[in-house]
């Protein structure tokens, strides 16, 4: 979603504080979500933070169990400069529009579906590794609107939100959960759950988890998710 860099320093916590409550593990941070999807197709990660459609994926390869996720829902957003020429929807017809890559649900896939379903728009798709770079290419001048979640932008700095517009909002889904693979014994999943979820409850750590885009988090069920 965010930078290797960011993603470190945002996920480094919570891989402390699952080693302090018995669960040691080692963080792995891929450059682009394209990059990361070959991976966790493998099946190698015991844990996975990962967006609802790439569970979906993650569940028909190996039967990874969504854990947790945030009780906020995730909403894809169409952003253009504030000051720029773009005040409507159509006026996007035959330009680019950035994405963070093919695969990003609701940042990418599904904003695109929805664009072709009810704006029947072509535009050039370009896909920037990232909600980051998206945003970036539109400050730019090199595209015209990016894909991007609410989240994401919400970390964005004061002066790049200020200098954005949504001109577009899906409805929302289900966010990112965290999901396990079925190798992992049930007590060490409830070490994960439990250990997440205390730390959404203290008070001086509720930043930790607000970093991981989770701030309130709730189980998340295969089924109903």
């Given at each position: 979603q965010l930078t290797p860099l960011e993603m470190t320093r945002n996920w480094a916590p919570v891989v402390r504080a699952l080693s302090d409550a018995g669960f040691p593990c080692e963080l792995v941070v891929y450059p682009s979500i394209s990059a990361f999807e070959p991976e966790f197709l493998r099946g190698r990660a015991d844990l996975l933070y990962l967006n609802p459609y790439h569970m979906v994926m993650a569940r028909k390869a190996h039967g990874y169990e969504p854990l947790l996720r945030d009780r906020r829902m995730l909403e894809g957003l169409l952003v253009v400069k504030k000051e720029g020429w773009i005040q409507d929807m159509v006026q996007?017809?035959?330009?680019r529009?950035?994405?963070p890559s093919p695969n990003a649900l609701a940042a990418s896939m599904y904003l695109r579906a929805l664009l072709q379903r009810e704006y029947r728009l072509r535009y050039d798709a370009h896909y920037a590794m990232n909600h980051r770079n998206a945003i970036r290419q539109v400050l730019a001048g090199d595209s015209a609107a990016a894909g991007a979640i609410r989240t994401t932008l919400e970390q964005e700095p004061a002066h790049v939100r200020q200098?954005?517009?949504v001109i577009y909002t899906t409805p929302g889904l289900p966010p990112h959960p965290v999901a396990v693979h079925p190798r992992v014994p049930a007590e060490l999943r409830a070490v994960v759950a439990q250990t997440l979820l205390?730390?959404?409850?203290?008070?001086a750590r509720q930043s930790v988890m607000a970093a991981i885009q989770m701030p309130d988090p709730v189980p998340a069920t295969y089924r109903g998710d």
């Open positions: 996007l017809e035959a330009h529009i950035s994405f200098a954005l517009r205390g730390l959404a409850r203290e008070p």
